[in-house]
C-alpha cells in the first residue's frame, strides 16, 4: 500500500498540539484540509487515531503507539534536512528561539540584526513569553534563561554580562516613607509584588548577606506577573520595586527612581542562550550561536556554563 508521509508528518504535529487550528497554522495548510487528511490516515489504517471532541483533540491508544514510533523519526528526517543547507553557496533555514520580551528587546534583536543583514536567507522565528517553555517538547532550537535556572543537561552559552538586582521607590513615595537600611526593614513598606509564571508563587526578594542568601517576603498593594508595569507602578510611587537593574533603564540615572540596599544586591550569572546536545548542528542555527555568544576574551572564565 502506497504511504502518504504528509499525512504521518500532518498526524504527529496535530497529536503534539492538540488542536487542528495550531497545527494547521504551523503546517501552513488550512484546517479543512488537515481535518481531511487526518481522516483519510484513518481510513487506510482503518483504525481511528485521534479522539475529537468541541474542546480538545487527543491520540487514541493507537494514535499513541503510532506517535511513539514515528515522532522521533520525523525530528530526525527533518534534521538532516537542515543540515542539507551546509550543501547550499549561503546558510539558510530557520531558528526558532523562546525567550522573554524584555531580553528579546535589548540583548537579542541587536545582536542578530547584522546577521539578518548578512544573511537573508536565515530566518528567526520568536516566542516571546514570561514562562518557561520545554524547548524539546515544543521543538525549538534554542531558549533564552538567566544562568542559574538551565537544566544541567544542556549546552548553555553566555550572551550578556552578568546581572544585578536593584531595589528602587520614587522620591515621591520616599517623601512618604524612611529609607530602609537592611532588607529586613522592607517588611515595613509598601513593595510590588511579582507573580512566578511558572509556580505561579510570588518572587521572595533575594539579597546578599556576608556571602549568604538573605531571603525576605514582602507585601503591598500591588500584584503585577510583568516588569514593564512594576517599573510604571513604581515611578507611579506606589511602593519599592525589586527587577534586575537593566530593566529601570535610564530611571534611577535620571533621578526619576532611587536606588536603595545596593551594598546587599550581589552581581548573578546573566542570559544564557542554551539547547540539547546536537551533533551536527545547521549553519543556521551555530551562526545565530556565534553572533549571540559574549566574546570569550570580555568573559571571565568563571561566568560561562557552557559544557
Known amino acids: 500500500m502506497k504511504r502518504n508521509l504528509n499525512d504521518l508528518l500532518y498526524f504527529v504535529t496535530v497529536a503534539r498540539e492538540s488542536s487542528f487550528t495550531r497545527a494547521a497554522a504551523l503546517l501552513g495548510v488550512t484546517q479543512p484540509a488537515l481535518s481531511q487528511a487526518i481522516s483519510a490516515l484513518e481510513e487506510r489504517l482503518q483504525i481511528r487515531l485521534l479522539t475529537r471532541t468541541t474542546r480538545s483533540v487527543s491520540p487514541t491508544s ?20 537542515d543540515i542539507l543547507t551546509e550543501l547550499r553557496d549561503k546558510p539558510a533555514g530557520t531558528v526558532r528561539i523562546t525567550c522573554g520580551p524584555d531580553v528579546l528587546h535589548s540583548t537579542l534583536l541587536p545582536k542578530l540584526a547584522p546577521l539578518l543583514r548578512e544573511y537573508p536567507d536565515i530566518n528567526i522565528e520568536f516566542d516571546a513569553n514570561h514562562g518557561f517553555r520545554d524547548i524539546v517538547a515544543d521543538r525549538f532550537d534554542a531558549g533564552v534563561r538567566l544562568g542559574d535556572t538551565i537544566d544541567k ?8 554580562p552578568k ?4 531595589a528602587v521607590a520614587s522620591p515621591d513615595y520616599f517623601s512618604r516613607y524612611p529609607v530602609p537600611n537592611t532588607p ?34 514582602v ?31 535610564t530611571h534611577i540615572e535620571k533621578g526619576r527612581l532611587v536606588r536603595v540596599l545596593e551594598q546587599w544586591c550581589r552581581p ?35 561566568d560561562t556554563l557552557e559544557v
Open 62 to 81: 493507537a494514535g499513541e503507539r503510532l506517535l511513539l514510533a514515528i515522532g522521533d523519526r520525523i525530528d530526525e528526517i527533518e534534521a538532516e534536512l
Open 153 to 160: 543537561d544542556m549546552i548553555a552559552v553566555p550572551i550578556g
Open 163 to 166: 546581572l544585578r538586582m536593584a
Open 184 to 217: 529586613h526593614e522592607l517588611t515595613k513598606h509598601l513593595c510590588i509584588n511579582q507573580r512566578m509564571v511558572r509556580s505561579g508563587g510570588l518572587y521572595v526578594w533575594d539579597f546578599d548577606q556576608d556571602g549568604g542568601d538573605l531571603n525576605v517576603r
Open 219 to 249: 507585601s503591598g498593594q500591588l500584584i503585577f506577573n510583568t516588569s514593564e508595569h512594576i517599573v510604571d507602578a513604581a515611578l507611579a510611587g506606589l511602593g519599592i520595586a525589586f527587577l534586575p537593574e537593566e530593566e529601570f533603564g
Open 268 to 302: 548573578f550569572p546573566g542570559y544564557y542562550l542554551y539547547y540539547p546536545s546536537r551533533k551536527q548542528p545547521s549553519p543556521a542555527f551555530s551562526l545565530v550561536v556565534e553572533a549571540l555568544r559574549v566574546s570569550r576574551k570580555r568573559r571571565p572564565a568563571s
